[in-house]
Structure formats: C-alpha cells, structure tokens
C-alpha cells in the first residue's frame, strides 16, 4: 500500500484532465476550421460554371446611372467563416468622367453589431492586367485580400474591387491613380446598396502595392467624389506611391520591364488619344513593343517565372528613353504619384527593410513629404519583410493603429 495520502493521487491525475480537456478544444477549433474551409472549396468550385457570364461587359444602356449603382450581382458559397457575401459588377468613371463598369466583392460578418458598419475597401497589389487576372474571378476570390479576417473580426464589412479594366471590358486603370480612386470608393457605395451588407459611410481604406496607390488616390479624391463618405483611417503597404521613384529604382532590372510591361500599355491607351507623345514608341524599343502582347496575357503570380523569362532579354533594351526624364511621361508619372493634396485621414505607412520592390528610401521620401503637407502618419518598417510579405507581417501593426483610430468618435456617426 502506498504512503502517500489519499487525495494526492487524485491531484496527479487533474492536469491530465486538463491537457486532455484542452488539446480537444484544440482540435475541436482545428476540425472547425478544417470544415468551414473544405466548404468554402466546395462552394468557391460550385460557383465556377457560369462565372464567364456575369462578367460579360454590359451594354452601353446599363452603364447609366449613378456611380456606385449596381448593375448585377449574385450571392457567393465559397464565404469565409462565420460571414456572407456577394460578387458584384457597379458603375463608376474614369479621369474623365466617362462611366465605366467594374467588378469586384462584398462580404460582410454574420455577427452583428450597433448601427452601420464601418466598410474596409480593399486595394489589391498587381495581379496583372487582363480580365481574368482579377481577384473576384480567381478559385478563391478571398485569398489573396491581406488582413481579411482581421477586418472581419472587427466587425468590418468589406469590399474588394477589380479596378476597371479587370474582371470586365473596359479601359486600362493599371497605376492611373484618379480611376483606380473612383473604382475604390464607388466599391464602397456598391456595398452601401447592398441592405444585408449593413454598411455605413464610415470608411477605412487599405492597400499594398498598386492597392496602395489606389486607396492614397481614393482618399486624396473622396471629399469631392464622395462627400457622403467619412474617409475615418488610411493604410497602405509598400504603396506604389511615387512612381517617378519606383520607375527610376528600376529602369535596368526585370522589375522594371515587368512593371513597364503592365504601366506604359495602360498609360499610352488612356493617355495616347489626347496628350501630344504619349505613344509606346516614343517611350520603348521595338523589342519591348513586340514582346508586350505575350507579357500582358499573363497574370504576375501564377507566371511571375515567365514573365521573368520573357523580360530578362529585354533587360537595358526595354526602355528607349528614360520616362523619368522624358515628356510627356515624366509628367504622367508625377501626376499618378499620391501625395500631390493632403489627406484629412490618420495615415498609416508599413514598409518592408527588405523589400527590394518599393525601396525603404523611397516610401521615406514619400512619408516625409506627407507629413510636410500636415498628413498625420504613423509609419512602421518591418524587420525581414519583403515586398510580398509586408501586408502581412504589419497586420499587428495595423490592428493596433484601427484600435486607436477606431475610439475618435467618427463625424456624425456611422450611419
């Protein structure tokens, strides 16, 4: 018999209930998120056959209406957890005002919360330039929004364009600032019709890369735009937010060409009819002109090897002025880069030591210029981080900012 007291067997056993207890937990979460995602796939597969008509251009009748009007739009399966949401095609404008169509989603927490939410509009990074190289046409159209779940988590409805030009027919946007703008902040007027997305006219906007530029357009425009929107915080990753400097970093390397590739096509189709010079070749080669059709077919991730293949060669012979330096597309690049009117909105700025993309220096530049015209900014560079990672690794960064940004009391409610 042992010597030990009667209960002191009973103490050794309780932390093993309690491992037990808690790796169930565990694994009860694990099973839980294994399931909602195998039913995502199962909705995101079963939302494929037919996915080719919604996005078919609308007539040029469909097009009237008011900017961030709803031409169609149908419910998604393939949802993250816990949420709802809907692929949506909506009116916007280019530069100059001519309606356009643009595509994108909304998807908003089952969970409710007092009054109107507040709506996240999302600005992708590159994808590309073709029509299928928009997010909301991808397998998964969620994946590739950096911080979904934190958005959702807080309550965020959410909304995440194609940018014109993508998804449907219509004119090149890639890097032109005011229609990127206009595609962002008529997503957010797409999900304010939408009644079960709950959205309100408090808006918070976030982006990484081309996204980036696209969401310091949309908050520099909104206040004409878009009174009746409450432009409340701002976020950008690595931001393609001045592009004299990031055409400058790369005139001699294979992200210039790959850049250049998707840039001077978009800018000579949008520009070429009215500005005297802004044909392609008075800015490339003619060996970089007949390599275009090829690269611009191919979206950036799943074909980045390629597009590094066909670029490489061109590499010192892409380019047959430098842009930077030369009319009228110095003048373009200026006029596409942000910061040309200040920001009423907190500023929130991460950049990636590492990200040999949109170099620190640059961002630097761009921030300090921010600041110079009374932007209030919060900037973090994050140790490690590459141009493709620092959205994500800035997401405790950022959640830490909308904390605080999310106590000033918002401007006559959210509503």
Known sequence: ??????????????????????????LGIVATLIAAEALRAVGDAAERPGLDAFYTAPAATELAGDPGSIIRSEPLAGVPLASRGWRVMYR?????????????????????????????????????TAPDCAPSRADDPFLG????????????????????????????????????????LDGVRAARAIEAADAGDRVV????????????????QAAAYAPELEIAAVAAAAPAADLTALMGSHLDDVSGVTIGSYAFPAYASVYGPTVPGAELDDVLTPAAIARLPEMNRLCLLPNLDRLHELGAPLIGDFFAHDPTATEPWAQ??????????????????????????????????????????????????VPGATHSTIAYLALPALDAWLDRVDRIEPRGGAG
Request: no cysteine.
């Open 332 to 381: 373009l690049l200026e006029e596409n880069s942000a910061g040309r009117a200040a920001i009423a909105a907190p500023l929130f700025i991460a950049q990636g030591a590492d990200d040999a993309l949109v170099l620190p220096a640059d961002t630097a530049g761009f921030v300090a210029r921010e600041r110079a015209l009374g932007v209030d900014v919060t900037e973090t560079t």
């Open 145 to 184: 929004i950096e911080g979904l779940r934190l958005m959702l988590d807080r309550g965020y409805t959410v909304v995440a364009t194609d940018y014109a030009g993508m998804g449907t027919a219509g004119p090149d946007s890639y890097l032109v600032g005011v229609t990127a703008a206009h595609s962002v």
């Open 1 to 26: 018999m042992s010597d030990e007291p009667a209960g002191s067997r009973r103490r050794v056993r309780r932390p093993r209930r309690g491992r037990r207890l808690v790796a169930a937990y565990v």
């Open 205 to 220: 906007l976030w982006g990484h890369s081309q996204g980036g530029q696209a969401v310091l357009f949309a908050a520099e």
């Open 92 to 128: 916007s404008t280019d530069l100059d005002g001519a309606p356009v169509a643009v595509t994108g989603i909304v998807v908003t927490p089952l969970r409710p919360v007092p009054g109107a939410r507040t709506v996240l509009a999302w600005g992708h990074p590159t994808t590309g």
